[in-house]
């Protein structure tokens, strides 16, 4: 697990913590078993904004945005309904250490505290009709504290927690 | 910890999406994006009433929706 080793009582949080002979290491084995692995970007490091609109089509994440950010997933996105454009819904795993840390809807206004969602990893419906959108949290626990479909459009943003 | 701006926030949408549910669908909205925004909202709502941060709000203006 990235991040999981202290020194004098305090955790690791920065992309490469562990030097040896003034090298950056990648991973730390004891008696070959790896016990911590660099973090692949610093904590706190926003990953990307995705935004959609209604009536438009939600394709590009599961493609250019799944091609550019590939650690920030932990599979390719998948539709449950449509392919793309209205209506569809599309299914999104986050990896591991990643989350998202802003939601809004353009009717229902914004969650940007965290609060009642986990930051990191689970599973989140990307949704779009006709005329609505939203950002639901299907499974991992907690929700996100803005409403999962509103009028027009949505953007959310996915961040790295090394957590 | 959500602040009371934050929780003032979340209850307005909250109000927002039951009177939203209760009008039923627009007439601009599909039928079949209808249904799968109802079952949104009221899967969120059925989460959200759960959350820790609330105080004295009013919750059970959903409690018609969400059985």
Do not use: C
């Given at each position: 697990m990235a991040g999981a080793i202290y020194f004098n009582g305090s955790?690791?949080?920065?992309?490469?913590?562990v030097k040896l002979n003034g090298t950056d290491m990648d991973n730390v084995y004891l008696n070959g078993t790896k016990i911590w692995t660099r973090h692949?970007?610093?904590?706190?490091?926003?990953i990307f904004t995705y935004s959609w609109s209604a009536?438009?089509?939600?394709n590009n994440l599961r493609t250019t945005y799944y091609s550019n950010?590939?650690?920030?997933?932990?599979?390719q996105p998948s539709y449950s309904?449509?392919?793309?454009?209205?209506?569809s819904t599309l299914v999104m795993a986050l990896a591991d250490?990643?989350?998202?840390s802003y939601y809004n809807q353009n009717?229902?206004?914004?969650?940007?505290?965290?609060?009642?969602?986990?930051?990191t990893g689970g599973t989140y419906n990307v949704w779009q009709g006709n005329t609505v959108t939203g950002l639901a949290?299907?499974?991992?626990?907690g929700s996100l504290s803005v409403s999962s479909s509103g009028n027009n459009g949505s953007s959310f943003k996915v961040t790295y927690s090394g957590q | 910890m959500a602040t009371t701006e934050q929780i003032a926030h979340y209850y307005e949408g909250f109000c927002r999406v039951v009177d939203n549910m209760n009008a039923?669908?627009?007439?601009?909205?599909t039928q079949a994006s209808w249904e799968i925004h109802r079952t949104l909202n009221i899967d969120w709502l059925k989460e959200i009433v759960?959350?820790?941060?609330?105080?004295?709000?009013?919750?059970?203006?959903?409690n018609g929706l969400i059985g």
């Open positions: 955790e690791l949080t920065g992309q490469h913590d692949p970007y610093t904590p706190g490091t926003e009536g438009g089509n939600i950010y590939p650690l920030a997933f932990a599979s309904s449509g392919s793309g454009s209205p209506d250490g990643f989350y998202v009717e229902h206004g914004t969650d940007s505290d965290g609060v009642g969602a986990s930051n949290r299907a499974s991992g626990g | 039923g669908k627009p007439d601009n909205m759960k959350a820790d941060f609330w105080t004295d709000e009013d919750l059970t203006i959903a």
